[in-house]
């Protein structure tokens, strides 16, 4: 999640089973790498879809359409996107840590991603509110399709402690290790996500 500058405060669940109705919220699609794991350096590209783009269930695809891993199109025309890109710094923690975020020039991210490690993440964001709240879902694409996760921030960790998962959130996630994105970027084995469920 992001803020300009300041403490990051959520928690995290898998979801196994999506709500019906996502397809219908906002959607972004993030492509994003690694120049450090601890501390997190990240940078990240998003290109906002307009025109109620469908995504097809967990999978990710666009209905009728093939994802190009190579150009993050997703069958979405030049007209339909937006794009932003953005340097993060991550400071340790787990339900809470630093997070500062800086734009990037498209020139700059260009030249960062050649000197990343690990894999690149690919996945389609969904933005749905809830109450006074925003759920996050992302859906994975390329290695780690079948995964999807969702996240909601707080303003304090008395709140996020306090505040009651949906019913369509599966097992929660956070503080686990081996589940955050830059620990998916530097993994060597997936198996233990077992994608294919």
Request: charged share 35%; hydrophobic share 30%; proline share 3%.
């Amino acid at each position: 999640m992001r803020s300009n500058m300041g403490q990051e405060i959520e928690r995290k669940w898998r979801d196994r089973k999506l709500p019906k109705d996502y397809k219908h919220f906002p959607c972004k699609l993030l492509e994003q790498a690694y120049l450090c794991q601890n501390p997190t350096l990240r940078i990240r590209k998003e290109s906002s879809i307009f025109g109620g783009e469908e995504v097809d269930s967990i999978s990710g695809e666009k209905e009728g359409s093939s994802i190009s891993d190579k150009n993050e199109k997703a069958g979405i025309s030049e007209g339909q996107k937006q794009e932003e890109y953005i340097f993060c710094y991550k400071g340790r923690g787990r339900l809470s840590r630093e997070e500062y975020n800086l734009p990037l020039t498209k020139e700059a991210y260009e030249t960062l991603i050649g000197k990343t490690e690990g894999r690149v993440i690919r996945k389609f964001r969904y933005t749905i509110p809830h109450g006074a709240y925003t759920v996050e879902l992302d859906i994975f694409q390329g290695e780690l399709e079948g995964l999807c996760y969702a996240e909601v921030e707080f303003s304090s960790e008395e709140e996020a402690l306090s505040f009651q998962p949906l019913d369509w959130f599966s097992e929660e996630l956070t503080g686990e290790r081996g589940y955050s994105n830059a620990e998916l970027s530097f993994a060597k084995e997936l198996s233990n996500l077992k994608l294919k469920d």
